[in-house]
């Protein structure tokens, strides 16, 4: 699970859950899966902005310019962005009035006070799409205060306008995407927002974390059944509820593996192993460990992930 709005930590937590469910299908991989780009990594710059925003064009809805009485969208979360983004386009604030399952009413902050924008969706069950049904537009206010920020710009916002850059290369820095955000919508936010932003984009393209601990198992059985001879070793623990333990739910523990070119390249190497590890910074924390042997000619070899 990505973290959420309610709090400020971004650090690790305790190990989620192995097993269950899994995805099916035919996994397609981005290139930075088989390539480094040492550049990206230092890219102070902004990226070049992909076309279109969301579904929708970079006028905001269907490319218009406003909403119109009959228009329709995919679902909810198509229509709350559209309404997002065109008040931080206007550089104006709204209210919600009502929102459930069925409606969405906005009105303008100034509603009342010489403004009377005010937009009404609902959702069209037999189509299952969102439609306008009442729009008082343009806006006739004026913006009270001059701000950086922009209280529309949220992260759900944010994500949908960097998820073709994240497909593309989602070892972009933060900041990268934060200026990016900024150029685009002429509001900066915050660094744990585009942060927020950026851990929901890669847990809609790749799955999130819990998702990726459970695809263990079936990753193992993989490359077990792709390279024979591979080793592999997944451990587990149980659930712990107060004294007793739950031995219906398991957590991840530990992985050690090891392929089998390592295997056979080790012995021809100096019988010398070290070990090194590294911290992993993710949701979960953890180390990373790694035994290294050195050939005829002090090349290093992995020999075992841990």
């Known amino acids: ?40 990594m230092r890219q102070e710059g902004v990226p ?7 579904a929708r064009d970079s006028e905001g809805s269907a490319g218009l310019t406003e909403f119109q009485v009959g228009q ?4 909810k979360d198509e229509a709350l962005l559209s309404v997002k983004t065109y008040s931080i386009r206007q550089g104006v604030q709204y209210k919600i009035v009502e929102s459930d399952y069925r409606w969405y009413v906005g009105k303008c902050s100034e509603f009342g006070n010489g403004c009377t924008w005010l937009i009404r969706l609902s959702l069209r069950q037999r189509k299952g799409l969102w439609e306008v049904k009442r729009y008082n537009g343009l ?12 209280r529309s710009l949220d992260y759900h916002v944010i994500s949908a306008f960097i998820m ?11 900041k990268v995407f934060l200026n990016a955000t900024a150029a685009h919508f002429g509001f900066r936010p915050t660094y744990r927002r585009v942060w927020l932003a950026k851990q929901k984009a890669v847990a809609l393209i790749y799955g999130d974390w819990d998702e990726s601990y459970n695809e263990l198992p079936r990753w193992v059985l993989g490359v077990q059944l792709t390279m024979p001879g591979t080793v592999a070793v997944l451990r587990t623990s149980p659930v712990r509820v107060g004294a007793q333990l739950d031995e219906s739910q398991a ?50 070899l992995p020999v075992a992930l841990h």
């Not at 329709?72 to 679902?75: E, H, L, N, P, R």
């Not at 006739?140 to 922009?150: F, P």
Request: hydrophobic share 35%.
């Open 1 to 40: 699970m990505i973290a959420d709005d309610s709090g400020d930590d971004v650090g690790a937590s305790e190990p989620t859950g192995v097993g269950g469910g899994s995805r099916s299908g035919t996994q397609q991989y981005p290139p930075h899966f088989s390539s480094l780009d040492l550049d990206a």
């Open 48 to 54: 070049r902005q992909p076309a279109g925003f969301g």
């Open 72 to 75: 329709q969208f995919q679902d």
């Open 139 to 150: 806006h006739t206010c004026l913006a009270t205060s001059i701000s950086s920020d922009h």
């Open 164 to 174: 073709p850059m994240v497909r593309a290369d989602a070892s972009v820095s933060i």
């Open 251 to 300: 957590y991840f523990h530990r992985l050690f593996w090891t392929f089998p070119p390592c295997i056979e390249t080790f012995r021809h190497c100096k019988p010398l192993v070290s070990i090194d590890g590294t911290h992993l910074y993710g949701k979960y924390g953890g180390m990373l460990l790694v035994a290294i042997a050195q050939d005829g000619n002090s090349n290093i």
